[in-house]
């Protein structure tokens, strides 16, 4: 059976060996593989790398975006905690409108944000952290899955309240719970959701929220 796997390009500076092993737990059933050079990663064979977390390190002197692109993985993440390193990076895919393939990974983020972040990445969303996006000078690319304009105020705080929990992973079911209401009204309350944000579903929705946290739904 063909494998899914996820590849960490980097010297461990930036994703940890604590981090790594907290990815394989997040994804028991695909292979992660880590490699200080793209052409030293074991070949994927009829498999998909669903995901390729380049180290910062890895950019810091030279960004050469071609490089990046060579490799099979379907989305490919800036890990960093240099937001300097992060903004040059981003200027780079910016010129090349290539945010529906690249993304970025915040590794000072809180650890269930963290997650829910490296979840969109996984599933092909090109993640950009709001906040590099106002210090770059740039307006939202219109090809970006995850950021729309929009105006304000959109959401209701009961609506807040669910997206945010959405955004660290739990399903309605489990968020039916925590906030004692039906399985059905969570439902309802995430149509209005993603019906007012002008996204296609929960996981957009989440990355609306992870986007800006603090209220910009």
């Not at 910016?94 to 000072?108: K, V």
């Not at 944000?113 to 990445?121: E, I, P, Y």
Request: aromatic share 6%; with cysteine.
């Amino acid at each position: 059976m063909a494998g899914v796997y996820i590849n960490i390009i980097g010297h461990g500076l930036t994703v940890s060996n604590k981090c790594a092993e907290a990815i394989k737990l997040e994804f028991p059933s695909v292979e992660v593989n880590r490699a200080d050079d793209p052409d030293l990663l074991p070949s994927s064979g009829d498999g998909v790398v669903k995901l390729a977390l380049v180290e910062e390190e890895m950019v810091e002197d030279d960004i050469d975006l071609d490089v990046l692109e060579s490799m099979s993985a379907k989305c490919i993440a800036l890990a960093y905690n240099d937001k300097s390193v992060a903004l040059r990076f981003f200027d780079h895919v910016s010129e090349r409108e290539a945010f529906s393939r690249f993304g970025f990974l915040p590794m000072n983020l809180r650890y269930d944000c963290w997650v829910s972040m490296l979840r969109l990445l996984f599933l092909g969303h090109g993640c950009v952290p709001q906040d590099l996006m106002k210090l770059g000078g740039h307006k939202p690319p219109l090809d970006h899955k995850l950021i729309k304009t929009r105006p304000k105020p959109r959401l209701t705080p009961r609506e807040r309240e669910i997206l945010a929990l959405v955004a660290r992973g739990k399903q309605n079911k489990l968020i039916a719970g925590e906030l004692a209401l039906s399985e059905h009204t969570v439902k309802l309350h995430m149509h209005h959701i993603i019906k007012k944000l002008g996204v296609r579903n929960r996981t957009e929705a989440a990355g609306i929220y992870l986007s800006n946290p603090r209220g910009s739904a």
